[in-house]
């Protein structure tokens, strides 16, 4: 017969394991709600793989969550592409923005570093945050 500490291991890891990766989903949930992401993918939903440039493990910010080295940006003519690494796509659908719904572009230095902040929509329902560089290269290749 096996002993306790055997069975207590074989029902523990793989329920430790569960519960590891239903509190990863929350809390990309809980990230794609607070950021404004969720809001953002009702409007601009977006399952269809676009063509164009794209910027893969970027940096920036939607709303007030920061999403370092896990954005995935695709610009063509249609818009803006958004998406976030598979790992952290729990509450965080795909979307494509159309140029037209990125306002009031707001230009910011820190140090070195110089970013672009975006109104997202109309009317505005969260803002966007990505660096000068990758912005300017976005819009570029939009046309």
């Not at 997202?120 to 290269?137: A, H, M, W, Y």
């Amino acid at each position: 017969m096996a002993d306790l500490s055997s069975i207590l291991l074989v029902i523990m890891v793989p329920a430790l394991m569960l519960g590891f990766v239903g509190f990863w989903c929350l809390v990309c949930w809980l990230l794609g709600q607070i950021s404004g992401w969720n809001q953002l993918a009702k409007r601009y939903r977006n399952t269809e793989p676009s063509d164009g440039y794209a910027r893969y493990m970027a940096s920036g910010s939607v709303g007030l969550v920061n999403y370092s080295n896990c954005l995935n940006l695709k610009s063509s003519s249609d818009g803006l592409s958004l998406s976030v690494f598979p790992i952290f796509r729990p509450g965080h659908p795909p979307m494509l923005i159309p140029w037209d719904d990125l306002n009031n572009p707001t230009v910011r230095s820190f140090l070195w570093l110089r970013s672009v902040k975006l109104d997202v929509g109309s009317p505005r329902i969260t803002s966007l945050t990505l660096s000068n560089k990758d912005f300017e290269n976005l819009q570029k290749h939009a046309l």
